[in-house]
């Protein structure tokens, strides 16, 4: 079994925090392949971001095909209907995962995800999702995306900010609102006594599941069946990957 993890921003350090948080759910016989966008903003963190990083994440599934799953691994799921178009096995996004791994451990949970502008994305894959019951709130650390590896204040912060919420919502667990948080989930956890998610893991894991019962899209009939073709102009003018 083979699993591509895409972080579809331009960050190689923050891929190989994503790679580490994979491999550790990994089964022995599923191979993670993690890749790092070629192209787009170096950090996601607005709607504009989003939208910037959808090409280097379809590049990123064209380049690596024949994976038995495909995980976005950006918090805001970006570009998700368009990967499930090109890709030729089921993908998820890591809010999307996240949130329906949540959901069993408690009647809600809330999230915690990096600036204070991304709560609104974040607000909206919660209802998009059908998770709007389940959710007690979305907060926001104030710690900028590729901060997280460099500020040595992080976990303490992300700890805090956590805990805060848990308080706040009234809520029984966490899910963390950046792939790049991947690597404190389990310290998180242990030190405010709560299931903590990350979507990484949660990812890999529903992933394998999917693989493991012959899960796909594309189907021929399907909405997200290979796209027309049709001519691209300008910097997309070469941009083919279906
Ligand atoms: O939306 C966010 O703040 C988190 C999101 N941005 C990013 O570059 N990787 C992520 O997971």
Redesign the pocket.
Known sequence: MRICVINP?TAAA?TEVIAAAARSVARPDCEIVAVTSTMGPE???SHYDEALAVPGLLRAIADNPGADGYLV????DPGLDAAREVADAPVLG?AEAAMHLAAPLGRTFSIV???DR?IG?AVDLVAHYGFAGQCGGVHACDIP?LELETNPATADILEKACSEALRTDGSDAIVL????MADLAQRIGAAIDAPVIDGVAAGVGMLAALAAMGGRTGTASGEFRAPPRKRYSGALQDFEIS
């Open positions: 921003n923050m950090s996601i963190e691994a950006c918090f805001g890591i995800t990096t600036l991304t994305r995306v609102g950046c792939a790049g």
